[in-house]
């Protein structure tokens, strides 16, 4: 009897993990050879755990558009083709629902990107730009405020974008009038390291997870739109325009102020406190690591650097202002972001959990409720098929050319580039996104002669952990010397 139930009970688990090992087999799909060997376990574990570069390794592993693989316990359809990519997320709609940015308005229920999306059009974008040089002028500010007079000042400028991001969500997201190079021991910079030790597993970083910090920022957005509608605080942020949705106003448009304060609240402060929560999750590193690989590129290419100069000395420059409509002309920088964004996309993996089975496109081929779908953009941008010479940094392959548009230098279509995402479930935030890149970007090179520490160069580690944020390991090293430019303005 003693003997038969540990039979019983191996035999049990035995029997269900050989079934979930089986799914693709079962279902049809191409699918990875998996068993219960102790190779087979640990890699299905790596990519649970330790998932970009394990994700990255089973997308080289074939060559079929799809393939099922095993995340620990979890079956996973990854697909291996952008334009059944681009089709599957476009044409999907209601199948991979994300209810997470869903609100409800009577009995119905509503897409809330939608809604928000016009919170970062031009216009709105136009009259927050104040308070995004602000930002930029903080952080070259605190950097020039380090420098000893003459020696050149060294930094950990992976840290100081970090800050810089943090400090734009502060006062754009949260609404606060607040320098974060000052307050270290704020709430938002205190987040910075908070957020080093998330949970680094697909599916448990998938549960809600609530820390004191969500409670003590829910204490930070009340205190905020309490100021906007009970004292009439009317300032140009994000934030302004959550709260006029909030009350059922309008976010397109021009209008700034609460037009009449309504009592049904379309989102309480719990759930705009969610919302800016989660706007901080999806653009506080996404933003850190685009600016700080983009230096890492471009200062080991004096070239690259000379022709941004010459980009940006076209811009005015009124007492060190920049002027929000000259940012669309600057086309190299904009060429620059796209190849950072393309060899480190800092979201490198786009998941969707299927919510009502769904037949793929031009397949036999269906997709069970409650199974996982990948699209590894990471992968897809260092692949030689898409782009030439893949781990180049070479931003003049998305040069569009007057008779060609559409095409990329080496000749690879440039909609294979995904790094903001794909079709309807594009990022929301990329024009605001862009913006203060570019800000962080044009001041830095601007106010600093910037050179890269050579033997960290030779030794730098690209690290997605705590996954999926993608930042180097021990930072990036760069020694500042001001030009003397803009001397009016900051001294
Ligand atoms: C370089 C910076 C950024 C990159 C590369 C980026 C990239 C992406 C990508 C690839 C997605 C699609 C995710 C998916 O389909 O599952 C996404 C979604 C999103 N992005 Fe961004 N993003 C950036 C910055 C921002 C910023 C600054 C904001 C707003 C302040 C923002 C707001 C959002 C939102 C709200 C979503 C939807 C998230 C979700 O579905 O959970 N992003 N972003």
């Not at 119905?108 to 928000?116: A, G, T």
């Not at 606060?176 to 599916?203: C, G, R, V």
């Not at 406190?273 to 690989?293: C, G, Q």
């Amino acid at each position: 009897m003693w003997l038969l139930l540990p039979i019983l009970l191996y035999s049990a688990v035995f029997l269900s993990v050989r079934h979930i090992y089986s799914h693709w087999r079962r279902r049809g799909f191409p699918s990875e050879k998996a068993g219960i060997t102790w190779s087979f376990l640990q890699k299905a574990y790596r990519r649970e755990f330790r998932h970009v570069e394990a994700i990255c390794e089973a997308y080289q592993s074939g060559k079929d558009r799809l393939l099922g693989i095993y995340c620990f316990f979890r079956p996973v359809l990854l697909v291996r083709n952008v334009e059944l990519a681009q089709t599957i997320l476009q044409q999907s709609n209601g199948h991979f629902n994300e209810l997470k940015w869903e609100y409800v308005a009577g009995y119905r229920r509503f897409n809330l990107l939608e809604k928000l999306a016009p919170m970062f059009g031009t216009k709105r974008l136009s009259e927050m730009f104040g308070q995004v040089q602000k930002v930029g002028d903080h952080l070259i500010r605190h950097l020039l405020d380090r420098q000893i007079q003459g020696c050149p000042l060294e930094v950990d400028l992976q840290q100081k974008l970090r800050v810089y991001s943090v400090n734009i969500i502060a006062n754009l997201i949260y609404g606060l009038d607040i320098n974060n190079f000052e307050h270290e021991d704020h709430i938002l910079t205190s987040y910075l390291s908070h957020n080093q030790a998330s949970i680094q597993s697909f599916t448990l970083g998938r549960l809600p997870q609530k820390s004191s910090y969500t409670y003590r920022l829910r204490d930070l957005i009340k205190q905020s739109v309490e100021l906007r509608e009970d004292h009439g605080l009317i300032r140009k942020d994000i934030l302004q325009l959550l709260v006029r949705f909030r009350n059922g106003n309008e976010v397109s448009g021009d209008k700034w102020q609460l037009e009449p304060i309504n009592a049904d609240k379309l989102l309480s402060i719990k759930r705009l406190a969610k919302v800016a929560e989660d706007l901080l999750k999806v653009s506080l590193d996404a933003v850190a690591s685009t600016v700080t690989f983009t230096l890492l590129e471009i200062l080991q290419e004096p070239l690259i650097v000379e022709k941004l100069r010459a980009e940006i000395k076209e811009l005015s420059n009124e007492n060190g202002q920049l002027k929000f409509e000259e940012l669309n002309g600057l086309r190299y920088m904009d060429m620059c972001l796209k190849e950072t964004l393309r060899k480190y996309p800092p979201l490198p993996i786009i998941e969707r959990v299927c919510r009502k089975s769904y037949s793929l496109p031009n397949s036999k081929f269906t997709i069970d409720e409650g199974k996982t779908l990948m699209v590894p953009l990471l992968a897809m941008h260092r692949d030689e098929k898409y782009f030439s010479e893949p781990m180049k940094y070479k931003p003049l392959r998305f040069l569009q050319t007057a008779n060609d548009v559409g095409q990329c230098e080496d000749k690879t279509k440039s909609n294979v580039f995904i790094g903001f995402g794909i079709g309807g479930s594009q990022c929301v935030g990329q024009n605001f996104a862009k913006l203060v890149i570019k800000v962080a970007l044009i001041k830095l090179l601007q106010n600093f002669h910037l050179e890269l520490d050579a033997n960290q160069v030779k030794t730098l580690e690209v690290s997605h952990r705590p996954a999926p944020f993608i930042h180097t390991k021990d930072g990036l090293k760069v020694k500042l010397k001001r030009r003397e430019i803009n001397t009016k303005f900051y001294s």
